[in-house]
């Protein structure tokens, strides 16, 4: 893509009501827009972000039997009553009526209706296991709306449901998202490689469960959260279950950006909703839910990935491959060309504009390669990745190689 068409231009300053990383080098670089506190326009740029982030989860939800689809956001007020949270989770709802008087929530997550949608739909345990995913907004009434994307009133998120015949089935179920989960933050970029880590934590089951849920925490100091872990233990415990002495852990900032749920028979007995088993008798539904905020898991990529430049992507949730700077005299057009050809995604600095102020851009929005050509390089290409200081000077077909 021609950044000379590209939308918006990148801006020398951050908003003034700024305060968090995130929020700054997203909105100056070209990634998201404010449109009022909490609510925020994914641009091209992020939007490219977002939907790499939500492929990596959708490989890794698919991998496990998830079943995608897209549910509504606007729900009637008699579903939420029925387990008690149109009034329990008053606090985050934004609630509204329509002409008629009748009472509707925007969605703020969707276990109630995904139980009315199985309710409809089984009968027997021939028709359990079912393991049902959607992406799509979430809105919710957040008093703290000021982390940038990290926290928004509109926000995304990948949900996934499951639904099953017994505890043990839940459970092993629960076990395989569990590893999924850790597959799909790995490959987003949080590994012992970057050194960006996150913890599986442990947290109280509040009063579904109990068992325990599952955090995926980001370490982070941005975060609002705080973990802790003993030395040699990879699971780390929230501030709820902590119990006994806090100088016996280690302990950081960090930030949720995954939480599974072994909800058990909570909502199957407050909806009514049971199968007949094998042996004939009528049982209530074990229940699941698994959730990652994919905008979040941007914000947060930001939040411990960038310089005094700008951001640093890594390639799997990069908005393009390759960042080629055109400058006087160089040839960009055929690179471009042959790039693209190969399935490299590339964007093209093609504006007439100086070249300290390409660079600046180039560091600001954080592609992992920079190319340059110019009258300088002679035909061949300077390759430097963004979080490196060297530069090699190689032929189209030596920068080829090693994209590949
Ligand atoms: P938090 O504790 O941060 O308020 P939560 O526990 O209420 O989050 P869940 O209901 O578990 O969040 O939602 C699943 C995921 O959705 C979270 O792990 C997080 O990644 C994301 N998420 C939750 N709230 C927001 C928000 N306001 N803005 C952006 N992402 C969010
Ligand atoms: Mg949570």
Redesign the pocket.
């Known amino acids: 893509m021609k950044q000379s068409i590209l939308f918006p231009k990148t801006r020398k300053e951050a908003p003034k009501d700024a305060e968090s990383v995130n929020h700054k080098l997203l909105v100056r670089a070209g990634f998201i827009d404010q449109l009022m506190a909490?609510s925020w326009t994914l641009l091209p740029l992020g939007w490219r972000v977002v939907s790499k982030i939500n492929n990596i989860i959708k490989e890794e939800m698919d991998a496990i039997g998830g079943q995608e689809m897209l549910m509504p956001l606007l729900h009637p007020k008699e579903i939420w009553n029925e387990t008690g949270r149109w009034d329990k989770a008053d606090e985050v709802m934004y609630k509204l009526k329509d002409k008629r008087k009748k009472e509707f929530v925007l969605s703020f997550?969707h276990e109630e209706i995904v139980m009315d949608l199985i309710r409809k739909n089984i009968t027997s345990y021939k028709d359990l296991p079912i393991s049902i995913y959607h992406f799509s907004t979430?809105f919710?009434n957040?008093l703290r709306?000021k982390s940038g994307?990290?926290?928004?009133?509109e926000?995304m998120?990948k949900?996934l449901y499951s639904a099953h015949t017994s505890e043990e089935d839940l459970m092993e179920y629960y076990e395989k998202v569990k590893k999924a989960y850790s597959k799909i933050f790995r490959r987003l970029g949080f590994n012992s490689e970057t050194g960006y880590v996150f913890k599986v934590t442990k947290a109280s089951g509040g009063v579904f469960t109990d068992k325990y849920t599952h955090?995926?925490q980001v370490l982070s100091e941005a975060g609002?959260?705080t973990i802790y872990w003993k030395n040699d233990e990879d699971e780390a415990i929230n501030e709820e279950i902590l119990e006994g002495n806090k100088d016996d852990y280690k302990m950081a900032k960090s930030i949720?950006?995954?939480?599974i749920?072994p909800l058990g028979t909570w909502y199957a007995e407050r909806m009514k909703i049971y199968f007949t088993d094998e042996d004939g008798k009528k049982k209530p539904l074990w229940f699941g839910s698994y959730?990652?905020?994919s905008?979040?898991?941007m914000g947060t990529w930001v939040e411990v990935s960038h310089d005094e430049k700008g951001i640093i992507w890594n390639k799997e949730i990069s908005p393009f491959d390759v960042h080629l700077i055109e400058l006087t005299g160089g040839k960009a057009k055929e690179v471009y060309e042959k790039l693209t050809y190969t399935g490299v995604d590339v964007l093209w600095d093609d504006r007439n504009i100086p070249a300290g102020e390409k660079f600046a851009d180039c560091d600001l929005i954080g592609i992992p390669v920079r190319l340059v050509v110019s009258e300088k390089t002679k035909g061949k290409i300077e390759f430097k990745m963004r979080n490196s200081k060297d530069i090699e000077l190689l032929s189209l077909d030596e920068v080829i190689n090693k994209l590949k």
């Open positions: 909490g997550t979430k919710r957040e709306a994307i990290l926290r928004g009133r926000f998120m949900d955090e995926f609002e959260d949720e950006v995954g939480n749920f959730g990652i905020g905008t979040r898991v």
